[in-house]
């Protein structure tokens, strides 16, 4: 499934102590049976990490990211599974198995990255001994008018393309084909010849995150009615949709100092005007439209995003689609208003770095530009333009699930518009589907919540092999979360084969979809001591799954009771019914 068998992941769980992996990144300090130490996930003064020792894993009360020593090093490294396993694995020195490469199929497709990191890396030399040499002055200029010192040159290993022969060349003389180097996407063929793909142009690497060569960008300097900017072609090590340019110094740089946030911006250049100007944490999408992988790429490094598009009002409409993309994946979206015309570059050499600073600190929360956005779309002088613009902004308006947003934003409408208050909470109220429930009941969100509670606890009480849960007939409850479920069903296993839960084999069982659940459980362990019952809480927790049960049964044969037109069945029915109810009142 993730390249290694459960065996090989447990044997390097087991020499990977987590608390000893965490303490080479940050500074833990231990109260009580568990460590803490501040998030290096998100800015924090006062520590909220808390690493469980004795269970190996860590959870975060402020960002809530949870896992155990893999989880860790994927999001600290920014690694995928597979390489957090040979990065631990190298760590304790233990042999990997090959991963199934005993297919052949396997082992040529690894043989064939290889071969492609290989070319690349080779192409990024070529380019920037190019740019040391004679032909080269025309680069260098430009790269001094746009601000860009040797410091930032040799940081994003830049480089030029003089010719369309040189390239294919030197290729050759280090025993590559033709063949080999176009499918790694730096040369073509026409016409019978081979030819450096992004000839003539200055060359920006692009790197990812392990700091692989993966692919060039080109930048064409006389305008000659080509494209400015030319990419090499997707290939086997390259997708432009899960690629993200600069992402191999915003890791180094998280690591280092750590990451509060990180701008986003259009093009390759802008991220290099911008890290030669000082600000460092800057990436660039690869010209393509945002996608859910870059979101979760983006993911591991921060949770909230500056986007810095040029100030462009048709394009930043059009990028909408995209920052809805990086809100659905958990990620907190702000938007950077530049002066209309101008991009990030502009600002910074026109008005100056701290202009610049001073825009980034005013980006407006995603809700607040889409506003923007619908009030540059309709003409509210208009009668009918502020009718359908107020329908719009008041769809937008409740999105927001907190209540004291909706009305900032409700106030911000009746400013553009002159719209009362009053008739913009009747719009919004109105719109809402549904009657509130009566007081006297529990509403079903808070029922839910209440059923989702009780299930936390009594597994947790469980996995952590608590005194007052000892014994417990677990078959008898049903869990209605996916999570709870496949919990409950790894403990009914360790049961039966006479063994301990361990909650850090959970993060193996449970998809990613998931793990936001399985952390919430498992954090119940990590809180501050609890000053009620335990033994009477567990047994209320219980009592709640039961009763939903006996509700539901209920409820199902009432349904049954009154479409039964057979006497003796009904009374069958009927007397099951009662019975249920009598359990019911006793709990």
């Not at 990977?16 to 998030?39: A, H, K, P, T």
């Not at 300097?221 to 997707?234: H, I, P, Q, S």
């Not at 409409?317 to 958990?330: N, V």
């Not at 936390?456 to 014994?471: D, I």
């Amino acid at each position: 499934m993730r390249g290694y068998d459960e065996k090989t992941i447990g044997e390097v769980k087991n020499k990977n102590d987590i608390v000893s992996v965490i303490s080479s990144y940050m500074q833990l300090e231990q109260r009580g049976s568990n460590f803490w130490g501040r998030c290096p996930f998100h800015q924090e003064k006062t520590p909220s990490f808390c690493v469980n020792g004795a269970e190996q894993f860590y959870y975060c009360f402020g960002c809530h990211k949870s896992g155990d020593v893999i989880s860790f090093v994927m999001e600290i490294e920014g690694l995928d599974f597979a390489d957090a396993v040979k990065f631990l694995a190298q760590k304790a020195g233990i042999k990997l198995p090959e991963r199934s490469e005993n297919d052949e199929n396997i082992r040529r497709a690894k043989e064939k990255k290889e071969k492609l990191y290989a070319i690349l890396k080779d192409t990024a030399l070529f380019y920037v001994n190019n740019l040391k040499s004679e032909g080269a002055e025309k680069f260098l200029d430009y790269l001094g008018k746009r601000g860009v010192d040797a410091k930032t040159v040799r940081k994003f290993g830049l480089g030029a393309s003089l010719d369309f022969n040189a390239l294919p060349a030197y290729l050759k003389r280090k025993g590559y084909t033709e063949e080999e180097t176009t499918e790694a996407g730096v040369t073509g063929v026409k016409n019978g010849r081979c030819y450096d793909a992004l000839g003539g142009r200055l060359i920006i690497p692009v790197i990812n995150q392990m700091n692989q060569v993966v692919a060039f960008c080109g930048r064409i300097l006389e305008d000659k009615g080509f494209a400015k900017y030319v990419n090499t072609r997707e290939t086997a090590v390259f997708s432009k949709g899960n690629t993200l340019f600069n992402i191999n110094n915003l890791k180094k740089l998280k690591n280092e100092v750590g990451i509060k946030n990180v701008v986003m911006v259009e093009g390759h250049m802008d991220v290099i005007s911008l890290v030669a100007a000082g600000f460092e944490n800057v990436v660039a999408s690869m010209g393509t439209a945002l996608t859910k992988d870059q979101a979760r790429l983006l993911k591991r490094y921060t949770d909230t995003v500056l986007i810095s598009y040029d100030g462009d009002f048709a394009g930043q409409k059009a990028s909408l689609r995209g920052l809805e993309i990086l809100k659905d994946e958990g990620l907190n979206v702000k938007v950077v208003t530049l002066p209309d015309g101008m991009d990030p570059d502009d600002v910074v050499k026109k008005q100056g770095k701290d202009a610049y600073a001073a825009l980034l600190t005013a980006a407006k929360p995603l809700i607040d530009f889409k506003l923007d956005v619908l009030k540059k779309t309709y003409d509210i002088e208009d009668v009918e333009g502020k009718r359908v613009f107020v329908r719009e902004a008041v769809k937008v308006v409740r999105e927001s699930p907190s209540a004291a947003e909706q009305e900032d934003l409700l106030k911000e409408i009746r400013k553009m518009t002159g719209i009362t208050y009053e008739s913009l909470k009747r719009e919004l109220d109105s719109s809402e589907k549904g009657a509130a429930p009566p007081k006297t009941e529990m509403r079903p969100a808070e029922a839910k919540e209440k059923n989702l509670q009780a299930e936390r606890y009594v597994l947790s009480s469980l996995l952590f092999s608590k005194k007052y849960a000892e014994g417990f007939d677990l078959d008898k409850l049903r869990f209605e979360n996916p999570v709870h479920a496949a919990v409950a069903e790894y403990i009914l296993e360790c049961r039966k084969e006479s063994k301990q839960p361990r909650p850090n084999v959970l993060y193996d069982i449970v998809d990613e979809s998931g793990k936001e659940e399985l952390s919430a459980l498992l954090a119940l362990e990590l809180g501050e001591k609890r000053d009620f019952d335990e033994a009477r809480y567990f047994k209320d927790c219980v009592n709640t799954l039961l009763r939903r049960a006996a509700e539901k049964e209920i409820d199902s044969l009432t349904k049954l009771c009154d479409a039964e037109e057979d006497v003796a069945k009904r009374k069958e029915l009927t007397r099951r019914l009662m019975e249920k109810i009598a359990d019911l009142n006793r709990l």
